[in-house]
């Protein structure tokens, strides 16, 4: 079994973005709280998003998306300019070096993930990696109806 190609694949398909939080992973964050996660969420979209959009997809208050926006400007792992279509609004993308931190990051998650399903050998794994899945399948669908009840 090629455990850094399963790790990757449950990184990216089954590990729910905005609850990747646990103690001893965080050691391996390069980032503070939110940095991470609006990273993620910018690389994963077509880039041109406002602040808003970043705010309802990590279940963020705006002051906080300001807050993490600025830090990852400082950074220069993102860049805002004016939205050509209106100039009122401005809109966020990730700059090379922000592609460059990601990657890196997740590469090293990776590794440590592989890592320990070496340790759980393959049957485990698979075994987990399904279950894992199919709880966040089913929480998925539970959670559709309490979008609009946040």
Do not use: W
Request: aromatic share 10%.
């Amino acid at each position: 079994m090629d455990y850094e190609k399963v790790a990757a694949e449950f990184i990216e398909r089954k590990m729910p973005r905005g609850h990747a939080h646990h103690p001893p992973l965080e050691k391996y964050q390069l980032f503070t709280k939110g940095e991470r996660f609006a990273l993620f969420y910018l690389i994963h979209t077509d880039g041109g998003v406002t602040p808003g959009d970043i705010t309802r997809a990590t279940h963020t208050s705006s002051a906080r998306v300001a807050m993490v926006l600025k830090t990852l400007e400082a950074k220069g792992y993102i860049s805002r300019s004016p939205d050509p279509q209106d100039r009122r609004k401005v809109l966020v993308s990730v700059t090379k070096a922000g592609r460059a931190i990601i990657a890196r990051e997740q590469k090293e998650l990776i590794k440590i993930i592989a890592t320990i399903f070496e340790r759980m050998g393959e049957r485990d794994t698979t075994e987990f990696v399904r279950l894992f899945g199919t709880f966040f399948d089913y929480m998925s669908e539970n959670c559709e109806s309490c979008e609009g009840n946040a």
